[in-house]
């Protein structure tokens, strides 16, 4: 009794082949998908040094932005629901961390 095993032996698939009860056809290009190596492009981002940040608001403004808030008497979350912004924007720009989105 033969198995599956045996029909796909090189030896089986040569003498089908031999008999013309199968055909054997070379795929162009097979294969060529294969993934580069990503060492080279992981090795220079290793040597990059440079530190890219977003510059973020002056100490300065966010000094009067606070000071500007308490003499107005209003609370952060008061603040960004009159400027239609989330609390959590009022409290980086206060902060100093802030991003403006000119």
């Known amino acids: 009794r033969t ?3 045996d029909k796909r032996s090189a030896s089986a698939v040569n003498q089908a082949s031999r008999s013309g009860n ?3 056809e070379r795929k162009y290009g097979a294969g060529g998908n294969q993934q580069k190596s990503g060492q080279k492009n992981t090795a220079v981002l290793d040597r990059e040094t440079e530190e890219l940040k977003h510059e973020g ?3 300065d ?3 009067h932005l606070r000071e500007a808030r308490t003499a107005a008497g209003l609370s952060q979350k008061d603040l960004s629901q009159r400027i239609n912004e989330k609390p959590q924007v009022v409290q980086d720009y ?3 961390k802030g991003v ?3």
Do not use: L, R
Request: proline letters at 6%.
């Open 22 to 24: 199968v055909d054997v």
């Open 3 to 5: 198995t599956a095993k």
């Open 100 to 102: 403006p989105n000119n």
């Open 57 to 59: 608001v002056s100490k």
């Open 61 to 63: 403004f966010s000094k």
């Open 94 to 96: 206060e902060q100093g």
